[in-house]
């Protein structure tokens, strides 16, 4: 675990983790009265190792404690069961995520766990933001991501946590369309920020809020400068156009799926440099939920 101080009262908690690949941020704002907890991590155990730290544990023990959680994915909320008699917030949408999905992902990710985890849901919710005007924090609903994403503004430190929104080098795409994941980064660029705190990988600034941006505006207008891609790019971008044909698919919108599979077969012919014959086959092994729909591609 690292912790680094960030402006007068915020702090990035970091912890490695192989399975996920990735160091996994959490932010703390140390406000005179309360300490806001933005995500959980995996568990009450690396919650308790933030919570004794030298430079928090002082404080942990006579504020008040709120905890948000930026979006549902496993890797950021077990670590709610440390904090389950505090106050926990989410979107509303997070919330329905987490009760639909989070026994799935603790059974699929259990090997992860650390400590024994519970299930602990977000306790207050909203729609559109929450906001903290004495202590200066903000949060507000920033779909991307995931529907149910949420961002944290602190005013003071013009610190701004976006879970996992922003991703290096390109992010993951988990639902279409992506208008709102586009309409979230934009509303990025309104705020004064000196410092970005992703969900996972390093402190951020404006340069990777821009290359996000870029490459969504990029899926948007469906015109891909592959040439320019990393090799990691690449990848990234392939399973971006499986996951939205996917999903494009299971929705009844077939036509608007398969032009994004046709893109995943062009950029994987660009990244392997082999055959369109022998392009088409790697896709159809990897998608084989959509044979049917890939075969017409033949």
């Keep these: 675990m690292l912790v680094r101080?960030?402006?007068?009262?915020?702090?990035?908690?970091?912890?490695?983790?192989?399975?996920?690949?990735?160091?996994?941020?959490?932010y703390v704002i140390n406000t005179e009265e309360t300490i806001f907890?933005?995500?959980t991590f995996l568990g009450p155990n690396s919650m308790d190792k933030m919570v004794n730290h030298e430079e928090l544990?002082?404080?942990?023990?006579?504020?008040?404690?709120?905890?948000?959680?930026?979006?549902?994915?496993?890797?950021?909320?077990?670590?709610?069961?440390y904090f389950e008699d505090e106050m926990i917030i989410s979107h509303e949408k997070c919330k329905e995520n987490l009760i639909e999905s989070g026994k799935e992902g603790l059974e699929k990710h259990g090997t992860q766990k650390e400590g024994e985890v519970e299930l602990v849901f977000p306790k207050i919710t909203f729609s559109d933001k929450l906001v903290?005007?004495?202590?200066?924090?903000?949060?507000?609903?920033?779909?991307?991501?995931t529907t149910g994403s949420a961002s944290c503004y602190d005013r003071e430190d013009q610190v701004l946590f976006v879970g996992d929104n922003l991703e290096k080098p390109?992010?993951?795409?988990?639902?279409?369309?992506?208008?709102?994941?586009?309409?979230?980064?934009?509303?990025?660029?309104?705020?004064?920020?000196?410092?970005?705190?992703?969900?996972?990988?390093?402190i951020a600034?404006?340069?990777?809020?821009?290359?996000?941006?870029a490459y969504l505006e990029e899926v948007k207008a469906m015109e891909f400068k592959l040439s320019n891609y990393s090799e990691q790019q690449?990848?990234?971008?392939?399973?971006?156009?499986?996951?939205?044909?996917?999903?494009?698919?299971?929705?009844?919108?077939?036509?608007?799926?398969?032009?994004?599979?046709?893109?995943a077969l062009k950029a994987l012919k660009n990244l392997y440099e082999i055959s369109a014959e022998d392009t088409k086959k790697k896709l159809l092994n990897v998608i084989m939920a959509h044979e049917k729909e890939m075969s017409e591609l033949k």
């Design 132 to 145: 903290f005007e004495k202590e200066g924090v903000e949060f507000f609903h920033t779909p991307g991501h």
């Design 57 to 81: 544990k002082d404080d942990f023990k006579k504020k008040q404690i709120i905890v948000f959680n930026s979006h549902f994915d496993w890797d950021h909320v077990w670590g709610n069961s």
């Design 37 to 39: 907890v933005c995500d």
């Design 234 to 263: 690449k990848k990234i971008h392939v399973s971006n156009m499986q996951t939205m044909g996917s999903f494009l698919v299971k929705e009844g919108k077939k036509e608007e799926g398969m032009i994004y599979f046709k893109k």
């Design 170 to 202: 390109i992010p993951y795409l988990n639902v279409a369309p992506i208008d709102d994941y586009l309409a979230s980064l934009r509303k990025y660029t309104t705020f004064q920020v000196k410092n970005f705190i992703p969900g996972h990988g390093e």
């Design 5 to 26: 101080k960030v402006g007068k009262r915020g702090f990035v908690v970091s912890y490695e983790n192989d399975y996920i690949g990735d160091t996994t941020n959490i």
């Design 205 to 213: 600034t404006y340069e990777l809020l821009e290359k996000n941006l």
